[in-house]
């Protein structure tokens, strides 16, 4: 069982810059062994692919985000990050974060365990 919680969302200007977290509680096997995804839904969307880390750190970007937003994880703290910079304002969306326990995947529907989510709004 994987319990996530995420945090750091907020308003922010264009521009500007926020990193959102999310901590991972794991039972039965070590949050190294997951491979985590970000996810984004705005108003009216689907839900979309935002970046993923696999358990060996390969790191892998949506189109909208590469060379803006940079994903990391911390194993000894069983944390995800999420880096946002150049904040535009179709970023504005939920944000979600997800665990699977095979390979990293893009696929949402590949996903076992989400977070709650956190609101990113942009201005302009």
């Known amino acids: 069982q994987v319990q996530l919680v995420e945090s750091g969302g907020g308003l922010v200007q264009a521009g500007g810059s926020l990193r959102l977290s999310c901590a991972c509680a794991a039972s039965g096997r070590p949050f190294s062994s997951y491979a985590m995804g970000w996810f984004r839904q705005a108003p009216g969307k689907e839900r979309e692919f935002v970046a993923g880390?696999?358990?060996?750190?390969?790191?892998y970007y949506g189109d909208s985000v590469k060379g803006r937003f940079t994903i990391s994880r911390d194993n000894a703290k069983n944390t995800v990050y999420l880096q946002m910079d150049s904040l535009k304002p179709e970023d504005t969306a939920v944000y979600y974060c997800?665990?699977?326990?095979?390979?990293?995947?893009?696929?949402?529907?590949?996903?076992?365990?989400w977070g709650q989510g956190t609101q990113v709004t942009v201005s302009s």
């Open positions: 880390i696999s358990q060996s750190g390969g790191r």
């Open positions: 997800a665990a699977r326990g095979l390979s990293a995947s893009l696929r949402v529907t590949e996903y076992d365990y």
